[in-house]
């Protein structure tokens, strides 16, 4: 009996530890997030969004009593497809919440549409009301509890002053007698109007609307202004391309003419007639203006050394200029205009001092602040402050899941490829011996970006001991025009050369076994990676890819005629003088499968069989041609898998055989 | 509140690709062939159908619209010699006809060459749709369409070469033939 027993303990200890390695493993891929906080007006309230089983929801937390509701939940509107895009305080009861759900017309009877919801919340009777009329809010009204502004553009626009406890309740049959959202979208409830499509009405700290950008067809964009509710619009400025305007749908007429326009309006400034304008600065990267109509000048209000400005912060009742934001080195970076902000920065960057800190938001009296912590080993956590007692009132972490994980730090890095500075992170946890490297270019590749957020797959990785590249490669987005720019015409040149370049500056900077380094890479990256495996045939050992670019002539086959010039003009630059044949010979060139016989490293294909955006004839492409040159390969297909990983699982299952791939590869 | 852990394991079919769109051979590949007249060659024609109705019109009116049944269907269709375009799909919605006009898509034009088994791609009408606006698209399955005729009637792909012929140019057969 005893020999049983001992005969059981090692099979019962592995039994029970691969589960549990698993269930760690799987963490990773939690897709559990808190995310949108928004502190209420009186400071005692925080809203956010969490992403639950089979769906989202709105919740609140009472920061006194701590007690935690739920306003909305997602299955209310829809069983699938259903986002939560944004929410914010109207009031002190009241929350706006923008929710889409995505019908998808299966059936004979039924369209695909994708709706917009405008929802409000009440958090004291814990009613939900919505708003049934198409259109934009555009202002909450702070000094008007109950009140919103809300915009509907058509050849003519509108903006209604809409009362929300006079809308219907969601869910409840109207009556017959009844009007729509209260009948509020009447003339007596409008307070501007305006000929043209309307797609930016600016209010003053009054709610009166004072400004705004209008398009026509005759006229193109338009900025009008008035000095009161009273007066009659003046055009201020106009913005119209100057191409052939004939045979062009509406919606490309008002794209046209809204990238000839020069200036992101963002708000009035308070007692002026100047706006606040996101531009082009004097270093050519775009800044935060002071524009004057009046005097036609421009003035400097915030531009960085570096980055691009995305966006700014204003005070709710105020209208004060709070903040700008930018991208820099993976993170979003803030600069503060006010004190409060910049103190309560400056508190959290004590108590947190290796993290990022972020201010999003505050009550109205500037005593209370939400601040986001986060690191690059750190999915952060959302702390309310109180700044007069320099307390921290509450703290929520935004990704509960991976609390107990140890995650890796990263570092960035910039190396300079003919001119161009090109940034890199490294993420790995501590070793005293040289880490293989996984070289992970990103997808796009145009305008899409690395950061130094929570990242899954890289987590997972350096969790496996791998130390994990991750380049920012010129085309990518977030370090401004010229950058983007850069990558046009690049796709199989200089891109790659990048992405060269940073593993160089990698290996140099100590702590990697150069002799041990894979390829990993999505869609464009996937491309990358076949592409690198061919240009550098003794430099990496593996390469995997999923939903990859092999056949740069065959991705053009899902587009429509008329969108093929750009995208090969994207892909390999000026085509004006070549013919149909000379571009395709040219993106031939340029793809890996026309070039396999110099692969000398095994690979692993992954593909979703529902991918729309790079179709499973790729990777069918190359399975044909690997077999044929009976080179080493591993390839799996996935069913009902797009051109992303929509489940946990599935994204768990991918990565730990991709994982299990480089593991075998890059073993001593 | 929070989630639980995800499930320990994550079980996975792994299917091959046509295992998802079982596909239907609607005539006698084997014989079909035989009675092409000296002016005739054949026309692989690959739809996958998700609505029921679908027709598809050539601009040579001379031909008959093509009504391929729900799912995945390749079809030899004889065909003169020449150059030809899709000019049209119908889709019906309840019970009006709904007609999207292909013919000023240079992408759904194709040639039909001698001694040839021609391809043009996947046609595909998707089973999502609006009131105003049908799911249909073309999708080069040339590598998918060689495996499925090699592992089904390899016969036809020693009588005839499969060619892909459509408007943009397409490399993928003629390299893979070279080569071996």
């Not at chain 1, 019962?12 to 559990?32: G, H, K, N, Q, Y």
């Not at chain 1, 609307?209 to 000095?227: F, K, N, P």
């Not at chain 2, 992408?107 to 606006?133: C, H, I, K, P």
């Amino acid at each position: 009996m005893r020999q049983v027993f001992q005969a059981l303990i090692p099979v019962l200890l592995l039994t029970c530890a691969a589960p549990i390695a698993v269930a760690a493993d799987a963490t990773f891929f939690s897709d559990e997030r808190l995310s949108g906080f928004r502190l209420s007006p009186d400071g005692n309230q925080l809203a956010f969004v969490v992403d639950v089983e089979g769906g989202e929801e709105v919740r609140s937390i009472d920061l006194q009593t701590g007690a935690e509701a739920v306003l909305f939940a997602t299955p209310l509107v829809g069983s699938e497809n259903v986002t939560i895009s944004a929410i914010s305080w109207i009031d002190g009861t009241h929350i706006l919440a923008n929710v889409y759900a995505l019908t998808e017309g299966v059936a004979r009877l039924s369209d695909t549409r994708n709706r917009h919801h405008k929802l409000i919340l009440n958090t004291a009777d814990r009613s939900v009301r919505f708003i049934q009329t198409s259109g934009r809010v555009i202002s909450t009204l702070p000094l008007e509890p109950d009140k919103l502004l809300m915009s509907v553009m058509a050849s003519t626009s509108y903006v209604y002053k809409i009362d929300v406890t006079k809308l219907t309740v969601w869910g409840q049959k109207l009556k017959k007698t009844a009007k729509v959202d209260g009948g509020q979208f009447s003339r007596a409830n409008r307070i501007a109007e305006i000929d043209g499509f309307a797609f930016n009405w600016l209010a003053d700290g009054n709610g009166s609307i004072r400004a705004v950008m209008h398009w026509s067809q005759d006229e193109g964009v338009q900025l009008s202004t008035r000095d009161d509710m009273s007066s009659i619009w003046e055009v201020q400025a106009s913005w119209r391309e100057k191409n052939n305007r004939k045979k062009r749908s509406r919606q490309a007429l008002i794209a046209a003419d809204l990238e000839a326009t020069e200036y992101r309006l963002l708000s009035l400034v308070p007692n002026s007639s100047d706006f606040l304008v996101l531009s082009k600065g004097e270093g050519g990267r775009q800044a935060l203006l002071q524009l004057s109509l009046a005097k036609g000048t421009t003035e400097t209000i915030y531009e960085h050394p570096q980055a691009e400005i995305l966006g700014v912060n204003f005070h709710r009742t105020s209208g004060q200029l709070l903040s700008a934001h930018y991208f820099d080195s993976g993170y979003i970076g803030q600069h503060y205009f006010q004190e409060g902000p910049s103190q309560v920065a400056q508190l959290a960057a004590a108590e947190y001092p290796r993290h990022r800190t972020l201010v999003v938001g505050m009550d109205n009296e500037q005593q209370r602040y939400a601040v986001l912590v986060y690191a690059n080993n750190d999915p952060g956590k959302l702390i309310v402050y109180d700044l007069p007692n320099r307390l921290a009132l509450h703290t929520q972490s935004l990704a509960p899941a991976l609390d107990g994980l140890k995650l890796a730090p990263s570092t960035s890095g910039k190396v300079d490829v003919e001119g161009t500075p090109v940034e890199y992170f490294l993420t790995r946890h501590e070793s005293a011996d040289p880490m293989p490297l996984i070289v992970y270019p990103h997808g796009g590749p145009f305008g899409v970006v690395d950061d130094r957020q929570y990242d899954p797959a890289v987590q997972y990785l350096a969790a496996h001991d791998f130390a994990v590249l991750q380049i920012n490669y010129r085309g990518s987005g977030g370090y401004g025009s010229e950058f983007l720019e850069a990558g046009k015409g690049e796709y199989g040149d200089m891109m790659l050369a990048d992405i060269e370049a940073a593993v160089s500056a990698a290996i140099t900077g100590g702590g990697i076994d150069a002799e041990r380094m894979c390829l990993l890479g999505d869609s464009y990256g996937g491309y990358a990676a076949i592409m690198l495996a061919l240009r550098n045939p003794e430099r990496f050992r593996c390469a995997a890819t999923f939903a990859g670019v092999y056949d740069l002539g065959l991705f053009l086959g899902r587009l429509e005629d008329a969108s093929r010039k750009a995208v090969v003009e994207l892909f390999i630059g000026n085509t004006d003088e070549a013919t149909l044949r000379e571009n395709y010979d040219r993106l031939k060139a340029l793809s890996p499968l026309y070039q396999l016989e110099s692969l000398a490293i095994p690979v692993m294909i992954t593909h979703g069989n529902d991918d729309r955006q790079v179709d499973i004839e790729h990777a069918l492409r190359m399975e044909t041609r690997l077999k044929q040159l009976e080179k080493p390969f591993t390839v799996q297909y996935y069913p009902d898998i797009g051109h992303g990983f929509d489940s946990p699982e599935t994204y768990f299952h991918h990565m730990r055989a991709v994982t299990n791939f480089i593991t075998e590869h890059t073993a001593n | 509140m929070m989630r639980l852990a995800i499930s320990l394991v994550a079980v996975l079919q792994v299917l091959p690709v046509a295992a998802e769109n079982p596909v239907s051979w609607y005539n006698d590949f084997a014989s079909v062939a035989d009675t092409l007249k000296s002016n005739e060659a054949l026309f692989l024609l690959d739809t996958l159908t998700e609505r029921e109705g679908v027709s598809w019109h050539l601009t040579d009116k001379t031909v008959s619209p093509l009504k391929p049944p729900m799912g995945r269907q390749l079809r030899l269709v004889k065909l003169r010699v020449g150059k030809y375009a899709w000019g049209s799909v119908e889709v019906p919605y309840f019970d009006l006809p709904y007609r999207l006009s292909l013919a000023d898509q240079k992408r759904w034009q194709f040639t039909v060459a001698r001694d040839r088994l021609n391809y043009l791609g996947m046609q595909f009408v998707g089973e999502t749709r609006a009131t105003s606006s049908i799911d249909v698209r073309l999708i080069n399955r040339t590598a998918e369409v060689r495996a499925l005729l090699l592992e089904n009637h390899p016969e036809l792909l020693n009588r005839f070469e499969l060619t892909y012929n459509g408007y943009y140019p397409d490399d993928f057969l003629r390299f893979v033939s070279e080569a071996q």
